[in-house]
């Protein structure tokens, strides 16, 4: 019995302790979507019948998905 009583007041106190835990928002930006802004280009979405793409308009009229561009220009990161 003593040993049932000591674990729920374990627990309800590890919860109450949790319940004061303060929550860090980390503020991160899309790094694809800054590498586009980074080197002049503008964002554009494409809705496909599957699946949504971002399309970096790059000043030179180019045009590619965020994330391709991203991997290819290392410099711009």
Request: with cysteine; net charge positive.
């Amino acid at each position: 019995m003593n040993k049932a009583l000591g674990a729920a007041g374990a627990v309800i106190a590890a919860l109450t302790l949790n319940s004061c835990a303060q929550t860090v928002s980390i503020s991160m930006g899309n790094p694809s979507a800054s590498n586009c802004s980074k080197q002049g280009g503008k964002l554009r979405t494409v809705t496909g019948p599957d699946l949504d793409r971002s399309i970096c308009e790059l000043p030179d009229g180019s045009a590619i998905e965020e994330w391709v561009q991203h991997r290819k220009d290392p410099a711009a990161k």
